[in-house]
């Protein structure tokens, strides 16, 4: 299980900081995004041994990190633009699949960036 923090209203320019907690270890962890009619598409993953993998869009501006505990994923978003809005899923996979499941997916958090 995936439970999100984070998200909401800011202007462009500003920071946000979403954070993904999950309830084991997962072998890597990272954030997606679908804003409306797009596709769902990568914006960063950390693996568990601190492995970084960024979206050419964001790379830049964004920066992911896992926890001491190494259960949460924490996604720090400044200069943040219009163009970031959208609904932000958090990922994880597990070192094994768990009840059949290679994947898990967060509800998803609404980042929206205007003035």
């Known amino acids: 299980q995936l439970v999100e923090s984070g998200g909401g209203l800011v202007q462009p320019g500003a920071s946000l900081r979403l954070s993904c907690e999950a309830s084991?270890?997962?072998?890597?962890m990272g954030w997606y995004r679908q804003a409306p009619g797009r596709q769902r598409e990568l914006v960063a993953t950390?693996?568990?041994?601190?492995?970084?993998n960024y979206a050419d869009s964001i790379k830049a501006r964004f920066t992911i990190s896992r926890s001491t505990a190494k259960t949460s994923a924490i996604l720090q978003m400044r200069s943040l633009k219009p163009e970031d809005t959208a609904v932000y899923y958090c990922?994880?996979?597990?070192?094994?699949?768990?009840?059949?499941?290679?994947?898990?997916w967060g509800q998803g958090t609404q980042v929206t960036v205007s003035s």
């Open positions: 990922y994880g996979r597990p070192y094994v699949p768990v009840g059949g499941q290679s994947e898990f």
């Open positions: 084991e270890i997962l072998l890597d």
């Open positions: 950390v693996t568990v041994g601190g492995t970084t």
